[in-house]
């Protein structure tokens, strides 16, 4: 849980674990509450609970309302309201609770999925399908739906309004990852999508249409693939409790980091996506994004894998022996200097070898001013190129003089056709003049961040 403050808490076997961000603190076995200063204390409700009732094993959950809490074991639950406990006992036992939106839902073995209302517990209509079925998420969904996951029915979704039950389209590869790996529970995340635990498979998230599924598991960074509850915080962080301690899920970030835990081999170069699948070459490979979201690499792709570029509907990879579309290899071509590719008819050739320029090229991206950026892992160079496209007519090499930090800078261009600069910071380039005569001496730059 989280409190006003943005303090966390966690319960293990030892104690309360407090964390205000910076430092973990301890809190031995009992029941606390905060003093005055704001340091917690103990404070047992033991003497609340009549003498009957004292007889219950673990209390599995506890969920807090606007004015009630509720303390849930399979053989009682306890609400809490009004500095006074009431106690109520199943037909048979309980089996797990939840609580959406205020109201207080659990499955009493036998009778089916119950609501607390009125000061009682009472079937749900459509309920008694729940008598011999374990429930394992209960969650708000659409127009005040509620989306169930069962063990054998999988996903279903409850309509008070209409008490009825349906199965919802779309969630395929979410029952597919469920059937594999067994739902524990879930939460819903502050955008609105579903963040589901599992007892062998980490953790899912998907939106409430079942699309844009992501998993994060022991290969993704998780120290273990069993998770035992999943918080969501104030700042949309996930909070995994596993079986070897807990981990925290940036899933509020922009972007998503890959390593080597996820198949990926070597330093990673380019990046390239077609036919909706994400490519990567490495130092070593290229790789592949597979179902799973990890990677796996493709055989024929050994060596330094430089560039990925789009042309037509294929996918062209320059790797440092050849040229290869994703299938086939297409042309050998030297590493010392520029040439010109033709496709003809399926096929690819080498056009022309281009002269004015003999340094082995790494990298190398077309400005809007139909001029061409160079990097050469060490340097980095701007030239245009006559009508025919078979000879450089001017060059320019980007160095300290005229505002880099260093020769070494290598460019990346924007989704909005800009080129900058990569090195010590991102750099960006102001327009310069370039004729068929020597270039302009003077390159100006501002560092963007």
Not at 43 to 57: T, V
Not at 101 to 107: A, E, I, S
Not at 258 to 278: D, H, R, V
Not at 289 to 312: C, D, H, K, M, V
Request: hydrophobic share 35%; with cysteine; net charge neutral.
């Amino acid at each position: 849980m989280q409190d006003k403050r943005g303090v966390l808490f966690f319960g293990n076997g030892s104690g309360i674990l407090e964390y205000d961000g910076i430092t973990w603190q301890l809190h031995p076995m009992d029941d606390l509450q905060p003093d005055s200063l704001g340091n917690l204390q103990y404070k047992s409700l033991k003497d609340k609970i009549p003498a009957q009732d004292l007889e219950f094993n673990e209390i599995w959950s506890i969920f807090t309302s606007e004015n009630k809490i509720y303390f849930s074991s399979f053989q009682k639950i306890f609400i809490y309201e009004n500095e006074k406990l009431k106690v109520i006992n199943p037909k048979k036992s309980f089996h797990l609770s939840f609580l959406v939106k205020d109201d207080f839902y659990v499955r009493d073995v036998g009778t089916g999925l119950m609501k607390y209302e009125n000061d009682r517990l009472k079937l749900v209509e459509g309920g008694e399908q729940f008598a011999d079925e374990s429930i394992f998420v209960l969650l708000p969904y659409k127009q005040n739906e509620l989306f169930i996951v069962s063990r054998t029915k999988g996903l279903t979704v409850y309509s008070p309004n209409e008490a009825s039950y349906y199965k919802p389209t779309g969630f395929e590869a979410v029952e597919k990852y469920l059937n594999r790996n067994i739902a524990l529970g879930g939460t819903v995340l502050m955008n609105g999508a579903i963040a589901l635990r599992t007892y062998t498979g980490g953790v899912i998230v998907f939106n409430n249409n079942g699309s844009n599924l992501e998993t994060y598991n022991s290969s993704t960074g998780l120290q273990d693939n069993t998770i035992w509850s999943l918080f969501s915080d104030k700042n949309q962080q996930l909070w995994a409790c596993t079986n070897n301690g807990i981990s925290l899920i940036q899933y509020n970030l922009p972007f998503k980091q890959y390593s080597e835990k996820n198949g990926l081999k070597g330093k990673p170069y380019c990046i390239g996506q077609t036919n909706n699948k994400l490519y990567i070459g490495t130092s070593q490979y290229l790789c592949v994004q597979n179902a799973e979201g990890n990677f796996e690499t493709i055989p024929g792709t050994e060596g330094q894998n430089w560039q990925l570029r789009n042309f037509s509907e294929t996918l062209l990879l320059a790797n440092s022996n050849g040229l290869f579309e994703i299938t086939s290899l297409l042309a050998g071509f030297s590493t010392n200097g520029l040439c010109l590719l033709a496709y003809n008819k399926k096929n690819w050739e080498i056009k022309t070898n281009i002269k004015g320029f003999t340094k082995p090229v790494y990298e190398i991206i077309q400005d809007k001013d139909g001029s061409f950026w160079v990097y050469t892992n060490s340097e980095l160079y701007k030239i245009a190129l006559n009508q025919h496209m078979d000879s450089v007519i001017s060059i320019m090499q980007g160095s300290v003089e005229n505002g880099l930090p260093n020769l070494n800078a290598r460019p990346y261009l924007l989704n909005s056709g800009e080129v900058v600069f990569g090195t010590r910071g991102v750099y960006r380039y102001k327009t310069a003049i370039f004729g068929s005569k020597k270039p302009q001496n003077k390159t100006h730059t501002k560092k963007v961040f």
